[in-house]
């Protein structure tokens, strides 16, 4: 236990996890397929006309388990508005699977393919994204606090009265 405790510190020390708040500059939307843990495939760009939230993210991550239950909120107050919600789990999928349960996440939680990661250029989890309904990056957040969270729900709201 002592062992897996203090690989978990080096693995968050290593990713910077949960290091910044800021919003950073925004890059290129890369689009992906992957598998969910409902066993289906999504693809981003099947997505056009919502608003997407994406969270990268790792089980053995602090902040990324904090961020959970505030994208479960967001999720089901505008899940029927058009926003979608989807989680990319950068670890072991039994780890991925047993977390979605014990944590009740209601969103697609999808298993990164170590290139989608790498596209997306993250270096720190959890990292979370919104995507508009052109399929465009219009907001960064690395890291998790209720500011940063503040912010992504007033894009969200932005976006949906356009």
Known sequence: MKNLTILAILGCLLLSCGSSTKP?????????TLESNQG?????????????????WATWCPPCKAAIPKL???????????????????????????LV?????????LFDDQVTSKN???????????????GKQVHKEIGFSEEGFKTIEEKVNE???D
């Open 101 to 109: 349960q014990e944590m009740g996440i209601n969103y697609p939680v």
């Open 40 to 56: 289906n495939k999504i693809t981003l760009s099947n997505l056009r006309g919502k608003v997407v939230i994406l969270d990268f």
């Open 72 to 98: 479960i909120e967001l999720y089901n107050k505008y899940q029927g508005q058009g926003v979608v919600v989807i989680g990319i789990a950068l670890d072991e999928r039994d780890k991925v699977i047993k």
């Open 24 to 32: 950073s500059q925004i890059t290129t939307n890369y689009n992906f």
């Open 159 to 161: 976006l949906l009265k």
């Open 120 to 134: 997306y250029e993250i270096q720190s989890i959890p990292t979370l994204f919104v995507i508009d309904q052109k």
